[in-house]
């Protein structure tokens, strides 16, 4: 699994993303990062949304590898899992599987302000 030190690296690498202007971010991201596997860092990325530091999105992505858009970003999958939606890049009609639906993570709006202001302050007391 992971312990103290993979999760201050993950929370380090979210706390960048959050002072930046990064809207939002692929797990994988976070793995390239930290070095840290996937599995452990989806793991703990969803502990986060649990304390409401970061959003869970999905994204629906076009199949056809030369369009390959972005079709729906989604807070929920039931209303499109096994239906069928027109891709607006390319105009064709997919059919929703799990295989062209990939997690996307958004940040709270309020932890970024609290990041941003704790780094501003951070930055006051180093010039004093």
């Known amino acids: 699994m992971y312990g ?3 999760e201050k690296l993950i929370e380090e690498a979210i706390d960048n993303l959050a002072y ?17 596997p996937l ?3 989806f793991t703990y990325l969803l502990s ?7 959003i ?12 390959n858009s972005i079709v729906a970003r989604v807070d929920e999958l039931s209303q499109y899992i096994n239906k069928c939606i027109e891709c607006r890049g ?5 059919f929703v599987k799990k295989d ?7 940040i ?3 932890y970024r302000i609290y990041i941003k202001n704790k780094k501003k302050q951070k930055n006051r007391l180093k010039a004093q």
Do not use: A, M
């Open 4 to 6: 103290w030190k993979e």
């Open 20 to 36: 930046s202007r990064v809207k939002r971010f692929y797990p994988t991201y976070i793995c390239k990062v930290t070095g840290i």
């Open 39 to 41: 599995e452990n860092t």
């Open 48 to 54: 986060l949304v649990e304390k409401g530091i970061l």
């Open 56 to 67: 869970l999105k999905w994204e629906i992505r076009c199949p056809d590898y030369d369009c």
């Open 90 to 94: 390319c105009e064709e009609e997919i």
């Open 100 to 106: 062209i639906i990939f997690p996307v993570f958004e």
């Open 108 to 110: 709270n709006e309020e």
